[in-house]
């Protein structure tokens, strides 16, 4: 179905509910990963030796 179709029944303007149509049903929702610190550059500021 082309993108105007989609929009127009996301407006409101047709009375098909998104659930009826194909490409909305297949869609996933993005996982969002945490990021490692691959190695540690420096020496931590609790770890620093006091001057």
């Known amino acids: 179905m ?3 179709l989609y929009n ?6 047709l009375s098909i509910k998104n659930t ?6 297949c869609r996933k929702t993005k996982q969002t990963r945490i990021k490692t ?3 540690k550059f420096r020496t931590s500021i609790t770890e ?3 001057i």
Request: hydrophobic residues 40%; positive net charge.
């Open 2 to 4: 082309p993108k105007i």
């Open 8 to 13: 127009y029944i996301n407006l409101g303007l």
């Open 20 to 25: 009826d149509l194909p490409i909305n049903l």
């Open 37 to 39: 610190q691959k190695k």
């Open 48 to 50: 620093r030796k006091m």
